[in-house]
């Protein structure tokens, strides 16, 4: 098939990849020029493992870069939507980009047409795409066909490419019988024993990725909420995390207790969901107080840092390993490491910061300008002089580190862990003083 896929971010980029690797002809086309110009090269903005191999692998064959959607127009069967939708200030979801998209769309396709919303978008949303299309044709003064499809993605960060190679299921909504037919058409090659399709109508469609990922951030909130009762009551959250994953109901998966959720979808999806709820005149309080938890959640370990060492904090050093919101990835968006960076730098401490991947975004984006943070690009060299060390994200390379040298370069053996990595008895008989979450 044909594809055009509009916005490269992680979504959009994975998605025509993935459909390039099953011998689609894709392009990807962005408005940032410099980032299409990268792309035609092989150079590809975030990590992700497997990308740039497979980008690499279908590039100038199946797969093209443009920052001009007319060039290719001509021949597109399907045109993605996969644009960035973040949060404005007051909560609403940012749709200018989405709409903008859409816009040029009606402003180019001459062919029937299937364009799918891939990004997250409020529901209703692509009955309003409908409209702009449909207003864009009528200034041409022509007709064309063209459906709407709302397919949600559910891929997770770092590991996008298995995810979307392999999905659990692929929902689809829309309202004609020859744009599901075409949608599954294009995803069939991604099951191998069995088809996944979930057919819906479009709102269902659109407010299933909401749900989805609400769903999940409650898992998350409901088991630090239950975590932070288990430290007032002399509890342990992993034997509890254990003994209610055991029921099948419930299930051992996203019930890890931690510093909190953090990244692209969670937090904007909860806020979104609560503020489009809010606009149809429906208090969502279940989803209020899960974002309320995770909020205080990303501020855990510093307040187990304060209650150690006091509110001041000047003359004292903290070493910081992670910095993205998890393991696998080099994105920093949310990351509960720089709420607590910045409430440590507040009561006047340092920090040294070692991350595999995410010092560069973090120095770019979201520690800019701030000073006593130090970066290094080795694991036991931010120990040096260090008054504890604070773990954040789960790396590989921190789940079996030398606790010898730990020791032997922290001024004092104190570990926060906000990732609960690590054996509680075996660090205490090593002689250090360890904080985890929920014990
Ligand atoms: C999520 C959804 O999983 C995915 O389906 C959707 O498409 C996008 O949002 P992602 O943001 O990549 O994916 O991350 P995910 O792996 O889901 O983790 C989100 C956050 O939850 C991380 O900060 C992680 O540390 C935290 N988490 C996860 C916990 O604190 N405890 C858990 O048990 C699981």
Known sequence: MNITVIGTGYVGLTAGTCFAEMGNKVTCVDIDVDKIKNLKQGIIPIFEPGLEGLVTKNLHKTLFFSSNLKEFIAKTEIIFIAVGTPTKDDNEVELQYFYQAAKDIGQVITKETIIVNKSTVPIGTADKVKEIIQKELDARKIQVKFHVVSNPEFLKEGAAISDFMKPDRVVIGADSEIAFQKMEQLYSP???????????????????????????????????????????????????????????????????????????????????????????????????????????????????????????????????????????????????????????????????????????????????????????????????????????????????????EIKLKLNSPIIFDGRNQYNVFHLQEKGFEYYQIGK
């Open 190 to 404: 991604f099951f191998r024993t069995h088809d996944r399709f979930i057919r819906m109508d479009i709102r269902s469609a659109e407010m299933t990725k909401y749900a989805a990922n609400a769903m999940l951030a409650t898992k998350i909130s409901f088991i630090n909420e239950i975590a932070n009762i288990c430290e007032k009551v002399g509890a342990d959250a992993n034997k509890v995390r254990i003994g209610i994953g055991s029921d099948s109901r419930i299930g051992y998966n996203f019930i890890y207790p931690g510093a909190g959720y953090g990244g692209s979808c969670f937090p904007k999806d909860v806020k979104a969901l609560h503020r489009i709820a809010e606009s149809h005149g429906y208090t969502a309080k279940l989803i209020a107080s899960v974002e309320a938890v995770n909020d205080a959640q990303k501020l855990i370990i510093f307040d187990k840092i304060i209650h150690r060492f006091g509110a001041d904090l000047s003359g004292k050093t903290f070493a910081m390993w992670g910095l993205s919101f998890k393991p696998g990835t080099d994105d920093v968006r949310e990351a509960p490491s720089i709420y607590v960076i910045k409430a440590l730098l507040e009561k006047g401490a340092k920090i040294n910061v070692y991350d595999p991947k995410a010092i560069e975004t973090a120095k770019q984006f979201y520690l800019k300008e701030l000073k006593n943070i130090t970066y290094f690009d080795a694991k036991y060299q931010v120990l040096d002089n260090a008054d504890a060390l604070i773990l954040m994200t789960e790396w590989k390379e921190f789940r079996s580190p030398d606790f010898e």
